[in-house]
């Protein structure tokens, strides 16, 4: 096996040996009279951007209850208006954390929503508002 992996590396190194090129007089072709057809016109095909649909799930409104509705209220909302909302009052508040962004610092009406904790990641707060939507 060792002398196949030695025999491989040889070959890469060493140059490739060519062989002589032979000249041989060229026959040329009696030249053809070319004709240019036309290729038939095709149609371009039509690109309709058709609007992406919401998904009935994210659209179904749904009442915000307890600490959720001491944030953002207590009228029915779709998910994506309640993380708009969320994300509002967390932006308006300066409740992001200045070293590590992708955690929220808990005030007093985010604790209870949290679970008395006073510091969550944003990748944790869809648990915790979905805990608080009926």
């Known amino acids: 096996?060792?002398?196949?992996?030695?025999?491989?590396?040889?070959a890469k190194?060493?140059?490739?040996?060519?062989a002589p090129?032979?000249?041989?007089?060229?026959k040329k072709a009696p030249a053809k009279k070319a004709v240019a057809k036309k290729a038939p016109a095709k149609k371009a095909a039509k690109k309709t951007k058709v609007a992406r649909k919401p998904n009935a799930a994210f659209m179904k409104?749904?009442?915000?209850?307890?600490?959720?509705?001491?944030?953002?209220?207590?009228?029915?909302?779709?998910r994506t208006e309640v993380t708009s909302k969320i994300w509002a009052y967390i932006k308006k508040n300066k409740l992001q954390d200045s070293v590590n962004?992708?955690?929220?610092?808990?005030?007093?009406?985010?604790?209870?929503?949290?679970?008395g904790k006073a510091q969550?990641?944003?990748?944790?707060?869809?648990?915790?508002?979905?805990?608080?939507?009926k």
């Open 13 to 18: 190194k060493a140059p490739a040996k060519k």
């Open 101 to 115: 962004r992708r955690n929220i610092n808990a005030d007093d009406k985010l604790k209870p929503l949290f679970g």
């Open 21 to 26: 090129a032979k000249k041989v007089a060229a």
């Open 1 to 10: 096996m060792a002398t196949a992996k030695k025999a491989k590396k040889a």
């Open 61 to 78: 409104p749904l009442t915000p209850v307890g600490p959720l509705a001491a944030v953002i209220g207590s009228t029915p909302l779709p």
């Open 120 to 133: 969550v990641s944003m990748f944790d707060l869809t648990k915790y508002v979905s805990k608080n939507l």
